[in-house]
């Protein structure tokens, strides 16, 4: 069993906020203070045969300077603040970002390291007086799928590299990951039309009216027009957009397996949006009505994250 299986963890709150406490630190010797110890110790057998007092002197003045490093370590984390504010979406093959806001609550603590497992931990210098530092850790590369990144290790050598202070705190804030777009291909629409480049030129350029703004609606089809008119905000609407939405189906996507066609209704999905259709996803057990903007976009792509998989 590993030691990270049984060692006091660090809990954060509803708002993803934790302290590292005076009891949750462990603190062991690096391959460096190893040697030292060693050293001192052949330091002091020397001075006890030569009875050398100069010697015995520099030995445990050596000593006190490496006793003193074990608390300055395990201090420079104590009190530490985290807040762990999540990262952002990711498609497969894409490495996540974790970001963290730490408080040095007043004092300066150099040499801090923040990392996940299999990852490559991020190193700050927090210094006294400042506000929350904002750091993003690098996760793990993770397949499609709605992960908890698990325990953060926090740790120090500071001041002299002898010891190794560490810390875990556990993050409870879901990583989202995508599934990475395939291949393009051409959903249906509900009257045959298929997601081309032609659809463009004919749909956008027929106006059908204004409605008001829905966060989430695209800022290019604003009606900024309107709104420097002291009329609201409004997003403009097209006939090719109300008449006929694109409806992306599970069962026409292309690939073989359910990974292939997840990936080929994340292509799809893309070219959508990035053409200004409205569009509906329909998947076995899950149907997204037609919509359009950053927010359906999201919906849509999380949909196929999660397909089939336990959304726990």
């Not at 963290?100 to 609550?105: F, G, L, Q, R, T």
């Not at 400042?130 to 325990?151: E, I, N």
């Amino acid at each position: 069993m590993a030691f990270a299986d049984w060692a006091r963890i660090e809990k954060t709150t509803a708002g993803g906020r934790a302290e590292i406490g005076a009891r949750r630190i462990y603190i062991l010797p690096t391959r460096y203070g190893m040697i030292y110890a060693a050293l001192l110790t052949l330091m002091l057998l020397g001075a006890i045969n030569y009875g050398n007092n100069p010697a015995h002197l520099l030995t445990f003045l050596l000593a006190a300077l490496g006793s003193n490093a074990i608390y300055q370590t395990w201090r420079n984390l104590r009190g530490l603040r985290l807040v762990c504010l999540g990262a952002e979406p990711v498609f497969a093959g894409q490495r996540a970002h974790f970001r963290i806001d730490c408080d040095p609550v007043g004092r300066e603590r150099p040499a801090i390291q923040l990392g996940f497992e299999d990852a490559e931990p991020a190193l700050l210098d927090l210094k006294a007086g400042t506000a929350d530092t904002a750091v993003s850790v690098p996760l793990p590369l993770l397949p499609r799928g709605l992960y908890q990144p698990g325990r953060l290790t926090v740790s120090t050598q500071y001041p002299v590299g002898l010891f190794r202070a560490w810390c875990y705190v556990d993050c409870e804030r879901d990583v989202l990951v995508y599934p990475q777009p395939g291949v393009a291909w051409q959903p249906v629409g509900d009257e045959g039309e298929q997601l081309d480049g032609g659809f463009e030129g004919s749909g956008n350029e027929d106006f059908a009216g204004l409605r008001g703004y829905v966060p989430g609606d695209q800022a290019s089809r604003i009606d900024w027009k309107s709104f420097a008119r002291d009329r609201g905000l409004n997003t403009r609407l097209f006939s090719g957009q109300a008449a006929s939405p694109l409806w992306i189906e599970f069962e026409q996507a292309p690939g073989g397996g359910v990974e292939e066609r997840l990936s080929a209704l994340a292509r799809a999905v893309l070219d959508a949006e990035q053409q200004g259709r409205f569009y509906g996803l329909r998947l076995p057990g899950c149907v997204l009505t037609p919509d359009a903007g950053p927010l359906h976009r999201h919906q849509c792509l999380r949909a196929l994250a999660v397909f089939g998989l336990d959304d726990d």
